[in-house]
Structures are given as structure tokens and as C-alpha cells.
């Protein structure tokens, strides 16, 4: 089996793994003020966070260029892969995914598998990780899947996010949920429910939300029969990250935390300033 591993610019890549060169990433297009960018090549998070404060419309994202990425796929084949594991953003964010089981087969000569992460950014990216790790080991295509499931049944994500606004009018969150948080001057504390973006709790300030979380994210280790990574992610918000990677490190000593951002497609749901806390199996 030659395998390659395709996933989309939401993941965020551990860097050992960037340039390797069974990877590929097809470039999520963020729409601003008329303007597309492609997220990763026309486009990085820094940059996108500086022109969204000052941006006259409220930005949006599409899927990838279909032609594009069959292309891409095509092209893989060409150059002798027989298989691709195509690993991508929650179903529950983005149609993408159930795109690409509807165009898998109308490649011939390639078995492409796409796969739904349920989740986006640093797990996402250790998915990816795990994939070309495995495959690098000589295991099946069968054993690198069933490994993935594990790291995906095994994988929790909570988020604080500045103002819910972003999430009400792309569509990744119910209306209700944010007249709640408006009305109540609460904190709430989201999640990943199959996929989508869901209310989880409702807490009464940032502070006790993050303290919150925290406690949530230690109940899930325990829960977790695997070793298992810790994540911090942040929407142009480093100084917090760093405050909340101390804080989790304290709480949970033995734990290996990571910092990574939020790049501009979910920081457009998302909003500026928004910080998720993540585990998942290693």
C-alpha cells in the first residue's frame, strides 16, 4: 500500500509533520469583504485577525473548489498512490466531508476514504499525525483506521468564546443558546456534540467557565483507557493560552499540554479571542 494523507487547512499541523511528503492539504477559502483568501496560502491567522477588526462585512467561509481537489486526488493517483485517507473538518462545521463521499468513487485506480474527524484544528492535526506515523510503520490500512476511531471516540473539546455572535450567524450554533448567554450575562462552556456545536454548560463568568472546563477536561482523562494529549487553542488570545496551559499543567502535572491557534475558518465562526481546551488519545 502507498498511502497519502489529505486533510484540510483547519488542522493544525504539528511542524515535524508539514512538510512530509505524503501529506496534503487543500486550502479552506475565507470570504472577506468581498475578497477570497485561501486559508494556510493567501492568507495565515495573524494576518486574517488584523483585517477582521477592520472589515465592513461579517466574513464567511465555503467549501474548497470541487474541480480542485478531484484534481488533487487525481493527481495522487498519478504519482502512484493506491490510497488516500482524506481526514477533515466536523461534518457538523462544514458540508465538506459529505462532498467527498460523493465523488470517492469517480476516480478509478485510487481507493479514496474520506473521514470525518468530528472535531477541527489540534486534534484534528494529531489524527493526521497518527495517520502518517502508522503508515510509516508498515501497518495496514485497516489497523491505521481502527486507530483513528480511537483517537476520535476518545477526543473532547470544550470552548469560551468572547461573543456567541459569530457562531449565531454562521449557522454552528442554535439562536437559542445565545439569547440565553445575552440575556443571562452568562459564560457558557461549548462542545462537540457528533460533530456540531453545542451549549454544554452555562457559567456565570469567564473565570469560573475556565475553571469549569478544566475540571471537565480531568474527568475525561480519567475516563480516557489510553495516554492521552492536552490542547490549548486560542483565537489570537496567546497571552490567555499561556495562563490556561500554566494553570492545566498545575492541576494535572504528568499531563503533556500543547499550544496551538485557531486559523482563520473556525476563528470566523469562532470570534476573536475564543479558547478551547482538548484531549484526546494519543
Known amino acids: ?39 494556510g496560502i493567501d492568507i495565515e491567522a495573524d494576518e486574517y ?29 498519478d504519482r502512484g498512490y493506491d490510497t488516500i485517507i482524506s481526514i477533515h473538518l466536523s461534518s457538523g462545521i462544514s458540508g465538506f466531508i459529505n462532498t467527498l463521499y460523493g ?57 469560551i468564546v468572547d461573543d456567541l455572535n459569530n457562531l449565531v450567524r454562521g449557522g454552528r450554533l442554535t439562536n437559542g443558546a445565545a439569547l440565553i448567554g445575552g440575556l443571562l ?34 474527568h475525561r482523562e480519567a475516563d480516557i483507557a489510553y495516554p492521552v494529549k492536552f490542547y490549548v487553542i486560542h483565537a489570537n488570545n496567546l497571552a490567555v493560552a499561556i495562563e490556561e496551559k500554566d494553570k492545566l499543567q498545575k492541576k494535572y502535572p504528568n499531563a503533556e499540554i500543547e499550544i496551538g491557534h485557531f486559523g482563520p475558518v473556525i476563528g470566523t465562526h469562532l470570534g476573536e479571542k475564543a479558547i478551547g481546551i482538548a484531549i484526546s488519545a494519543q
Request: hydrophobic share 40%; proline share 5%; glycine share 4%.
Open 49 to 77: 485577525y488584523a483585517l477582521l477588526k477592520n472589515s465592513k462585512e461579517f466574513p464567511t467561509t465555503s467549501q474548497p473548489v470541487l474541480g480542485e481537489v478531484m484534481a488533487l486526488y487525481t493527481s495522487l493517483r
Open 103 to 159: 465523488i470517492k468513487d469517480e476516480i478509478e485506480g485510487v481507493n479514496i476514504i474520506p473521514y470525518d474527524s468530528k472535531i477541527t484544528s489540534m486534534p484534528m492535526g494529531h489524527m493526521v499525525e497518527a495517520a502518517l506515523d502508522l503508515s510509516k510503520q508498515g501497518c495496514s490500512l485497516t489497523e491505521i483506521l481502527a486507530h483513528l476511531d480511537i483517537i476520535r471516540e476518545n477526543t473532547y473539546a470544550y470552548l
Open 185 to 218: 450575562k452568562i459564560k457558557p462552556i461549548l462542545t462537540f456534540d457528533e460533530g456540531k456545536i453545542v451549549l454544554h454548560e452555562k457559567v456565570r463568568s469567564s473565570k469560573k467557565a475556565f475553571t469549569r472546563a478544566e475540571d471537565i477536561i480531568g
Open 1 to 39: 500500500m502507498k498511502l497519502a494523507v489529505v486533510t484540510d487547512s483547519t488542522a493544525y499541523l504539528p511542524e515535524r509533520i508539514k512538510n512530509h511528503e505524503d501529506l496534503f492539504i487543500i486550502p479552506i477559502p475565507v470570504i472577506l469583504d468581498g475578497k477570497i483568501y485561501n486559508e
